[in-house]
C-alpha cells in the first residue's frame, strides 16, 4: 500500500529558512547541543547496531552526544522524511541504507528526492549476500548450479523475505543475468527463508553472509559464491561471483549517513571527520566486522563517495524493480 504524501508530511519536521550569515556562524561554533541520527528501524537491526556503534565514537571527535532516534514506519520512509524535513543545521541527520536510500524510491510515493533532498556524509559499511542453496542440490559450483538451475527450470524455487528485501531484488538481477526465472516462495523474514532452506523445503536464494555461514559451515547448506568483487573477510574461501562464472552479479547492503538538503559545507565536513575518525577505530572496526560489515576504504569514506556511490545505486537497481512492478505491502 502506498501512503499518501500528506500522511508523510504530517509525520515529518518542516525545516525554516536560515540566513547566511547565520548559518556561516552556526557552522563555525557546531556543534552546540546533542546531535540526533534518525534511523527508521526497530532498535536491534543491522541499520541499528551500525550507527550506534558508529554514533558512540562520533562523540569523542564532535564533543557533543550522538543519540541515535528509531523512527519506524514504511520500510524505513517515515524516519527518512523526518531527517528530510529537518532544519539543515546538522542536528538531525539521517541513518540509512540501501532499502530505505535505494529501493524505497521505487516501490513507494515519497515525498522527499532521495537525491535531492539529502547531503550525503559518509558511506559507513556494507555487506555481500552469498548465493546459497539446500544441501541436497549437486552442483559443486556456481556454474554447475547455473546449468542445474536452467535443468530444473520449471520447478526451482526460490525464498524471499518480502517485497523490496535484498533477497527479492537480487533474485531479479540473477534472472536478468541468466535468463532464469524463479518461482518465487515468500516468507515474512531472513529467519524464515534460512529455516526453510536448511529443512530442504526450498532449493536456493541470495542470503547474508552473517546469517548464513553458521549453517554453510555444519554443512546444512551449500554457499556457492559472494555477492561482491572482493572476498569476504568472515569467508575468505567462498570465491566472488567473479571468479565463479557470474561477473557483476553485485549486490551489497550498505549503510550511510546523510544530512537534510542545505546543510552548511563545514558541518558537513566535521560529521564526516567524525565518521571516518570513528570508522579508523580498532574497537569499531572489530565490532563492525563481527557484525559481518565491511568497512569501506578510506577514499571511499568521503561524501563525495557517497553521493556517486548512491546515484549509482539508484540508476542500477530501479529500472529492475519498476519492470517487476513491486509494490509495497
Do not use: C
Amino acid at each position: 500500500m502506498k501512503l499518501p504524501r500528506r500522511a508523510f508530511l504530517q509525520l515529518a519536521t518542516g525545516a525554516a529558512a536560515v540566513p547566511a550569515v547565520s548559518r556561516i556562524t552556526m557552522a563555525q561554533a557546531y556543534p552546540t547541543r546533542p546531535i540526533t541520527i534518525v534511523v527508521g528501524y526497530a532498535a536491534g537491526g543491522p541499520t541499528d547496531t551500525r550507527t550506534r556503534i558508529i554514533a558512540q565514537y562520533m562523540k569523542a571527535s564532535l564533543g557533543q552526544s550522538v543519540v541515535v532516534e528509531n523512527i519506524t514506519g514504511a520500510s524505513g520512509s517515515i524516519g527518512t522524511a523526518r531527517a528530510a524535513r529537518a532544519a539543515p543545521d546538522g542536528y538531525t541527520i539521517s541513518s540509512g541504507d540501501w532499502g530505505t536510500h535505494v529501493v524505497n524510491g521505487a516501490i513507494y510515493t515519497l515525498p522527499y528526492d532521495l537525491l535531492r533532498d539529502f547531503e550525503p556524509v559518509a558511506l559507513l559499511s556494507s555487506t555481500p549476500l552469498l548465493v546459497i542453496t539446500k544441501s541436497a542440490v549437486p552442483a559443486t559450483d556456481l556454474k554447475e548450479l547455473i546449468a542445474w538451475l536452467k535443468a530444473n527450470k520449471d520447478k526451482v524455487s526460490y525464498g524471499t523475505s518480502g517485497p523490496g528485501s535484498p533477497s527479492q531484488v537480487g533474485a531479479l538481477f540473477f534472472q536478468k543475468m541468466t535468463g532464469m526465472q524463479f518461482q518465487f516462495v515468500p516468507y515474512r523474514g531472513g529467519s524464515l527463508v534460512l529455516q526453510d532452506l536448511i529443512a530442504g523445503q526450498i532449493d536456493l536464494t541470495l542470503g547474508a553472509a552473517s546469517t548464513a555461514l553458521p549453517a554453510v559451515r555444519d554443512g546444512k547448506i551449500k554457499a556457492y559464491a559472494v555477492t561482491s568483487n572482493v572476498r569476504s573477510a568472515m569467508a575468505p574461501s567462498i570465491p566472488t561471483v567473479d571468479e565463479a562464472g557470474l561477473p557483476g552479479l553485485y549486490v551489497s547492503l550498505w549503510g550511510g549517513l546523510w544530512a537534510p538538503s542545505g546543510t552548511p559545507k563545514a558541518i558537513i565536513g566535521k560529521l564526516n571527520s567524525a565518521v571516518v575518525e570513528a570508522l579508523s577505530d580498532p574497537t569499531v572496526r572489530q565490532r563492525l566486522a563481527d557484525l559481518g560489515e565491511e568497512i569501506p576504504a578510506r577514499e571511499l569514506q568521503t561524501p563525495e563517495a557517497l553521493a556517486a556511490h548512491h546515484k549509482a545505486e539508484i540508476e542500477k537497481w530501479w529500472p529492475i524493480i519498476k519492470a517487476a512492478n513491486i509494490k509495497a505491502e
